[in-house]
Structure formats: structure tokens, C-alpha cells
């Protein structure tokens, strides 16, 4: 009975490590890709015929709704380790709704630039604007990527999956997720000075 269970133990060890490894790769593709959107920005500024425009409010916005969704999925994890399941639920869920809301507000922000005159393609388009589109919205995708991510924690929590003695899904979404509001902070304060 002993050996079954240290057996089961170094299972959940190797699946855990194996996953977090594989998070990690996909986290340091991830940087690549924005790195090297960033450095293309850069240079083709530096080209000229470079419109500035004004950041919409609705970027401050969504900034502000990513940054307490890291707080939020950060109490999930604080609760998975006290083995509170009505709080890791409430936590997961409250972080669901504030990446879905963090969506609305990004393609809100998108209208506001349209409403602007600042266009993705098009004979009126300018690189400036272009580019604008292209980072928030790859981030976009990101995000959506990590929401299906959240959602497949949020239903297995249900199940108290996630407690002191397993805690590996919510910590690997919580990686994942404060990776994903890094790269948006970075993005927002690059855009906000490089306009």
C-alpha cells in the first residue's frame, strides 16, 4: 500500500514538472514573438512617416482590470493552499470574468481608434496604427488562449481538484496568467512612450 502511494506521489511530481517545463517553452516562444514585434515597431518608426495618436482611455482601462485579475488568480492559489474550495472557485471565476472583461475592453479600444481615424489596413491605414492592432491584438489571442486555459481549471475546481496536497493546475494558470499581464503591461508602456 505504501509503495502505490509513493509510486502515485513521484507520478504527480514527474506530471507537474514535465507540464511546468512545457509552460515555460511556450512562455519563452511567447517573449520571442513579442520581442521581435517590438524590435519591428522600432525600426519601422524609425523608417518616418510615423502618425502619432493618443492612446484611448479604454487601454488605461483594460490595464487596470488585467493588473486585479493577477490579484485575483493569485488568491486562488492563496486558497488552494488552505484548502478553501469555495474560495478557489470564487477566485478562478472572479479571474475568468476580468479576462473576459479585459477582451470587451480591448475591442472597445479598437473602436475608439477606428472612431479616431487610426485604421488596421486600408488606403487611410498607417503603420503606426498597424502595428498598434497587430501587438494588442497577438495579445489578444494570447489572452484568449489563456482563458480556455483559466475556464479548464475553473471547471476541474468543482471537483476540489485543488488543495495543499495538489495545487499544480491553479499554480500553472497563475504562471501562465501573470505572464500574460506582464506582456500586456510592457506592451501598454511601450505603445503609451513610443507614440
Not at 10 to 21: A, D, F, G, I, S
Not at 62 to 78: D, P
Request: with cysteine; hydrophobic share 50%; glycine share 10%.
Amino acid at each position: 500500500m505504501a509503495q502505490s502511494s509513493i509510486r502515485g506521489i513521484e507520478n504527480l511530481e514527474l506530471k507537474e514538472k514535465v507540464n511546468r517545463n512545457l509552460l515555460y517553452i511556450s512562455i519563452f516562444s511567447s517573449v520571442m514573438l513579442f520581442a521581435g514585434l517590438t524590435s519591428g515597431y522600432i525600426v519601422r518608426q524609425a523608417d518616418g512617416g510615423w502618425l502619432q495618436f493618443t492612446m484611448p482611455f479604454m487601454f488605461w482601462i483594460s490595464t487596470g482590470v488585467i493588473l486585479v485579475s493577477s490579484i485575483t488568480v493569485n488568491w486562488a492559489l492563496m486558497a488552494a493552499r488552505k484548502n478553501n474550495f469555495e474560495q478557489v472557485k470564487l477566485a478562478l471565476g472572479l479571474t475568468l470574468l476580468l479576462g473576459i472583461t479585459f477582451c470587451f475592453t480591448q475591442i472597445s479600444g479598437w473602436g475608439d481608434l477606428t472612431a479616431n481615424g487610426i485604421y488596421f489596413a486600408g488606403k487611410q491605414a498607417n503603420p503606426s496604427g498597424s502595428y498598434f492592432y497587430i501587438l494588442s491584438g497577438v495579445h489578444l489571442a494570447h489572452i484568449l488562449s489563456g482563458l480556455i486555459y483559466l475556464s479548464v481549471i475553473f471547471i476541474k475546481s468543482f471537483s476540489n481538484k485543488y488543495h495543499s496536497g495538489d495545487l499544480a493546475g491553479v499554480r500553472h494558470v497563475g504562471i501562465f496568467w501573470h505572464f500574460l499581464d506582464g506582456v500586456w503591461v510592457y506592451l501598454f508602456v511601450f505603445l503609451l512612450f513610443m507614440q
